[in-house]
Each structure stands twice: as C-alpha cells, then as structure tokens.
C-alpha cells in the first residue's frame, strides 16, 4: 500500500497544513522504515518466492517487530513522539500517530498478514496481498481517490493538477498488477 499511505497525508495536511511534508511521510511510512531497516539487519525477512519472479503477491514475509499489533502500540507512540519532538505541537504529534496507525490499519485491509504478536500468534487481516491482490489494489485506489477529494476539496487545484493526483493515487496502483 505505498500510495495509500502516501495519500493518507493529503488529508493530514489538509487537516494540519503547517504540519511539514517530511514529518507526514515519516510518520505514515514509519513502520516500513522500520521493515526496510530490519530486513536490512537480517532481523524480518521479505523473499520472492515463485519462479515467475518477485511480486507483491509471491513475497513471504515475517514482519512481526514493524508490523504486528504489539509493536504497533509503540510504532504510534514514537511517530508522535518524533513529530512532538521536531515540532513541539500537540496537533502535530497527534495527526503523526494518526498516520502511523492508519497506515497499520491499512495494511489490514490491504497487505500482508499480520498477527498479534508474531507467527505462532493469532492472525489479523485479510493477507490480500497473497490470496486477492486485485482487491488490495482497488482499496488502495479508492482509499487514494477518497484522499485526493478530501485534499483538493475546495481548494484552487487546475484541472491538470487534479487529474494528476487522481491517476497517481488511483490508477498507478493497480501498476503492482504487472509487477
């Protein structure tokens, strides 16, 4: 769900305009900084599995510390920590937290599966990115479409600069088709 999250903070600086960019974007992809960072060290793996080659829906994935519902708690409370600290705004701390959870929530829509905490752990979400990948896509799309309303809504967007946004956040998703 990278544009998805991206989208997300259309709306957080709609709600939040003086919020910086680079804060939303940390805090709504903060737990896959943190995924990169630890497949990085060897600590979650994310594989290709399948010999027609690496996609969304052949990875197997073990991202229990960045993505799990446990961590979670602390992934969201040190996003609003970060952006409490850069900025020292409560406003700002909170629509950081707010990303940082609805980019989870996301994912439990639209991603990989999760579970509570760790593999021998209850599983959450729906693992759409294996069993449906064409409806992760779409709720992806649409969640981006709903974000871009919500942005230009009102606003003095040209024509050319909505319909931009528009095809990035809903159309170019469904690019992961053919990856």
Known sequence: MILG???????AKRAAPDMP???????????????????ALGIETMEPTGAEGPSLATNMTEIT???????????????GGIAF???????????AMALSLGHWLGDLVAGYGH?????????????WYHV???????????????????????????????LGLYGLFGVLPFAFLVI
């Open 21 to 39: 960019w680079w804060l939303l974007l940390v805090s709504a992809f903060l737990i896959d900084i943190a995924m990169f960072s630890f497949v």
């Open 85 to 95: 600290g850069v900025t020292r705004r409560r406003a700002f701390a909170l629509s």
């Open 132 to 162: 449906n990948l064409p409806a992760a896509l779409t709720f992806e799309a649409t969640l981006g479409v709903l974000c871009v309303l919500v942005f230009t809504r009102g606003q003095s967007f040209s024509p050319g600069a909505r």
């Open 115 to 127: 579970h509570v905490f760790g593999p021998d752990s209850h599983p959450i979400g729906t693992d």
């Open 65 to 79: 510390i960045s993505h799990d519902l446990v961590p979670q708690i602390g992934w969201t409370l040190l996003a």
């Open 5 to 11: 999250h991206a989208a997300t903070t259309l709306v």
